[in-house]
């Protein structure tokens, strides 16, 4: 019923729902890239994915390349054919060149050579791109346009290998910067600083300029244009420094906030939108991340929590760039590059906060339920802790068991009576009703219990309470209140303990192998390993038994993998790290609602199918905080681990 668990530095809880694998979590959880783990700096303002697969991320100091595993990185230096190391944009064209834009003009690098050249092409009146390129852009024919501040928009038709300049009117006193965007028109769109946006005809040549019917001073107002998209309803998406979020309606001349305040009621500075799908919009801000539902107009939004490990880890977010995958990149101004990935969404995660609604502690032990639904929840360093499924809250102990001692190994629910034991405090009995605790520890009473961590606790159908302790097992005795000591089980330490459907009772142990006890026969096997019989247990460090739903008994080990017991021939078959198994430590076993079996084991949460003994794990990469899991319960639909 209970295992041992390793202590590991961190411990949370995480809650995985059975019945729907795979559904979609409340919560976003993110993997962090940044300068500790190979980035070359932690501002992140241009993210893309090129045709081969590589992630690039230009930074304030380099240029990245990330294949999933390492980064290599491109920099400024005396030999480089680079002059910058700020990287601002990047593209690739219809010839697979990787196009970058800098403070000090454009690059061009062949990924298949390796080697970056100096964008060094002239208009026929001998301008060329110089400066800082602010924005840059690929139209729907494969041309390249460049917003260079201070100067104007460069146009080259890679086609005719011809550069062509429009000189663009900006405010004198404001910022130089410029975005683009093309419409479904095939109109390239200039967005500067806080004045009237342009337009320009790719075949006449024509710049024109665009201006607001229902307030032709609201462009004037909009400060800074970080980011322009253009959608399938003739709208110009716009994200500002004063205004928010705007949607801009270039048939009818008119205009829309969509979001102006942050949840504090100050004005929401937006710098980058990304589209997920037809009806999902990212949008990066000084604020975090905003989910924008464009049908219902509702947002969510994402913040760095630095309590919560895989929330974002910045707040000020400078770029958003969804990968072929799927896979959502959040590039921040402090924190590096963030990654979102459905998979990670398999599990729900719960960490200590300061909130009233949040766990306390962060070495989780046990489980088991509470009256109404609710689940008492045990931790090794803050106690106990009582959890609402349905609202999803943690909810205020009695009093009485909020001044127990932190460090909880084993819970069981006896009708009205919760039996909690703690490590070397003893095992403590409450009476849900009465509000009434009382304490076992051990004594010189030959009728105590014999030692003060109990680790197991199991009632058989006869009404008989097992408790295993680090020095044997006891059986409490409900009549006079007192214990009697299992004698075949002096001395030894407990894992835990299981009775079948069979009635018989089943006992794990750390170094003695497992036994068996007949309560018809009240005879005792031992099941040991020996290694010149394959057939026998496959370690002696046994840490849990399990029966599923065809009555098929199933052996955990801590070193051997796990076993199915052939009761016919008192046999066990044994899967492994070399038939399947992830890793050879198994924790617990629990049974889903479709027959699969999930274990806990030191290489992540491991799916097995019994019927065709096939293995599924999941690791990080799905959203687990370790690999390195411990016990499991299943209470109503919900499978819970700790790690």
């Known amino acids: 019923m209970f295992s041992y668990r390793l202590r590991h530095f961190f411990f949370v ?96 690098y062949d990924i298949y050579k390796e080697k970056f050249r100096r964008f060094n092409h002239v208009t026929q009146d001998n301008k060329k791109v110089e400066g800082v390129v602010s924005d840059m852009i690929a139209d729907n024919d494969g041309d390249i346009w460049m917003a ?3 100067k104007g928009v460069f146009h080259y038709d890679i086609s005719n290998d011809e550069l062509i300049f429009y000189s663009i009117p900006i405010v004198k006193d404001g910022m130089k910067m410029m975005s683009l965007c093309q419409d479904n028109n095939n109109r390239i769109w200039i967005c500067p600083y806080s004045r009237p946006f342009l337009f320009i005809d790719k075949i006449t040549k024509k710049v024109s300029e665009f201006n607001l019917k229902d307030d032709d001073r609201f462009l004037y107002a909009i400060g800074e244009v970080s980011d322009v998209l253009a959608d399938q309803y003739n709208q110009l998406l716009v994200a500002t420094s004063q205004k928010g979020l705007i949607s801009v309606n270039i048939i009818n001349q008119t205009y829309r906030v969509l979001l102006d305040k942050d949840p504090n009621g100050d004005p929401l500075f937006v710098r ?37 490990p895989y929330s974002l880890s910045d707040n000020a ?24 990935s459905d998979r990670y969404n398999n599990f729900e995660l719960f960490y200590p906060m300061a909130s009233d609604n949040s766990i306390t502690g962060k070495r989780v032990r046990e489980f088991c339920r509470a ?31 909020g001044s127990l001692y932190t460090n909880i190994h084993a819970l069981y629910e006896d009708g009205d009576i919760l039996w909690i034991g703690t490590f070397s405090k003893g095992l403590h009995k409450y009476n849900l009703k009465k509000g009434k605790l009382v304490t076992y520890t051990q004594s010189d009473d030959s009728k105590s219990i014999s030692q003060n961590s109990p680790f197991a606790l199991c009632k058989d159908r006869q009404n008989m309470l097992w408790i295993g302790t680090l020095a044997g097992v006891d059986i409490y005795n409900y009549e006079d209140d007192t214990f009697t000591k299992v004698e075949k089980l002096k001395g030894i330490s407990i894992q835990d303990i299981f009775e079948d459907m069979e009635g018989k009772i089943w006992i794990s ?22 290694a010149k019989n394959p057939s026998s247990l496959p370690y002696n ?87 390195q899991l411990s016990p499991l319960r299943k209470v109503s639909d919900f499978l819970f681990s700790i790690q």
């Open 371 to 401: 009256p109404n639904g609710k689940i008492w929840i045990g931790t090794e360093d803050q106690g106990l802790n009582l959890f609402d499924p349905e609202t999803h809250t943690f909810l205020p102990l009695p009093k009485p068991l």
């Open 509 to 530: 142990t750390f170094v003695n192998g497992l036994y068996r006890f007949d309560q018809d026969t009240k005879k005792w096997k031992i099941f040991l390993h020996d």
């Open 148 to 150: 260079v501040e201070e």
């Open 272 to 308: 980058c939108l990304e589209r997920i799908d037809n009806n999902t919009l990212w949008v990066g801000t000084e604020s975090g991340v905003y989910i924008y539902d464009t049908d219902t107009e509702e947002a969510i939004n994402l913040r760095s929590n630095t309590l919560v």
């Open 317 to 340: 977010i400078y770029s958003i760039y969804k990968d072929n995958d799927g896979g959502i990149w959040v590039g921040s101004y402090f924190g590096g590059v963030d990654y979102y």
């Open 13 to 108: 809880l995480l809650v995985f729902l059975i019945t729907s694998v795979g559904s979609k979590a409340t919560t976003y959880r993110f993997k962090h890239y940044n300068i500790n783990n190979g980035l070359s700096q932690n501002t992140v303002r241009s993210i893309f994915q090129d045709n081969l697969g590589f992630m690039w991320f230009g930074t304030k100091d380099g240029l990245n390349r990330f294949d999933g595993t390492s980064f290599k990185i491109f920099k400024f230096s005396p030999n480089s054919d680079l002059r910058d190391n700020v990287f601002l944009r990047i593209l690739q064209d219809k010839y697979n060149n990787l196009w970058v834009s800098t403070e000090d003009g454009v690059y061009v």
């Open 541 to 627: 460090k046994v840490t849990s038994v399990f029966e599923d739903s065809k009555k098929r008994l199933w052996v955990a080990t801590q070193g051997g993998g796990f076993s199915l017991f052939d009761r016919k021939n008192e046999t066990f078959f044994t899967y492994n790290s070399s038939n399947g198994l992830p890793n050879d430590v198994v924790f617990q076993i629990k049974e889903d609602n479709f027959g699969n079996l999930w274990l806990s084991t030191n290489a992540g949460l491991v799916q097995f199918d019994p019927e065709k003994k096939s293995f599924k794990n999941y690791t990080v990469e799905d959203g687990l905080k370790t690999n």
